[in-house]
């Protein structure tokens, strides 16, 4: 069964950058439609920050639209989140999600603070 980890959080000072990596084993992402959601410090709810399709069709919230981008390159088992202009708003956890048909996998998330 493939497995999908998430890495590149941080603490990170408003206006600065991170690159997210959601990377999976026992698999490849080629056919993953990949998403990557956010929840708040207290948050009840995941919200989609970012996606990208098996065609590489992209979209985006619109709290993040023009600061972020998903990208999935050549490298066949790794999508990457690159978030610039943090904001404290920004600050969550942020997850990875994998969708093919009927299958669904979230990573365990990765912390990201924005914060002077």
Known sequence: QAHF???GGGLVQPGGSLRLSCTVSGGTL???TIGWFRQAPGGERRELVARITSG?????????N???TISRP???NTVFLQM?????EDTA???????????????QGTQVSVSS
């Open 56 to 64: 590489n069709a992209t979209n985006y919230a619109d709290s993040v």
């Open 93 to 107: 956890v942020y997850y990875c999600n994998a969708l093919l048909g009927p299958l669904n996998f979230w990573g």
């Open 30 to 32: 080629d056919h993953y």
């Open 5 to 7: 980890v998430e890495s």
């Open 84 to 88: 610039n202009s943090l904001k404290p």
């Open 74 to 76: 050549n490298a066949k």
């Open 66 to 68: 023009g600061r972020f």
